[in-house]
């Protein structure tokens, strides 16, 4: 790992792959699951991991540069929703020469934020929420 988490920086870098090498392995042979667990997370469960994966999959097979581009949209999400320092232009040149590496070091990011791959986002919100079956209750109640 290089730095704390919510410093600015990525939990682990670019080529650090062996750090995981679950998440390695799958992202190298099936780079389209690896996609779409990272994307159905970063839009909270209002598409599904096998839509993403499946978009993916289809664009990067008839043009390589379409799947670089998708992959690069989702970079930059997970960058602004976690405030991890960067810019577009990086983004897109990683995404582009290094899509693998940029896809994995993604999947190890969210990972590191606590969420368990492949539970999906609806798995992610049940165990965070297990064990919750009703809103605090408010002594003395409401008064004027």
């Known amino acids: 790992m290089s730095e704390k988490i919510g ?10 792959c062996f750090s995981d090498c679950s998440s390695c392995c799958l992202t ?3 780079p389209c699951v690896s996609f779409g667990r990272v994307a159905e997370i970063l839009d909270k469960g209002s598409s599904s991991c ?5 978009l993916f999959y289809v664009l990067a097979a008839f043009t390589h ?6 992959a690069w949209l989702y970079r930059v999400k997970l960058r602004e929703v976690y405030g991890i320092e960067g810019h ?5 040149v990683v995404s582009l020469l290094c899509l693998h590496l ?17 539970a999906g986002w609806e798995g992610n919100v049940q165990m965070h929420t297990r064990g919750v079956t009703s809103a605090p209750a408010v002594e003395g109640g409401m008064s004027r």
């Not at 096998?50 to 499946?54: D, K, N, R, V």
């Not at 940029?102 to 492949?118: D, H, P, T, V």
Request: glycine letters at 14%; hydrophobic letters at 25%; one cysteine or more.
């Open 7 to 16: 410093d600015g920086s990525w939990s682990t870098g670019l080529c650090d």
């Open 28 to 30: 190298l042979w099936c």
């Open 50 to 54: 096998c839509l993403h994966g499946s």
């Open 65 to 70: 540069v379409g799947g670089c581009i998708y």
């Open 88 to 92: 577009h232009c990086s983004d897109c």
């Open 102 to 118: 940029s896809i994995c070091q993604e999947y190890r990011e969210l990972k590191a934020r606590g969420f368990r791959m492949s």
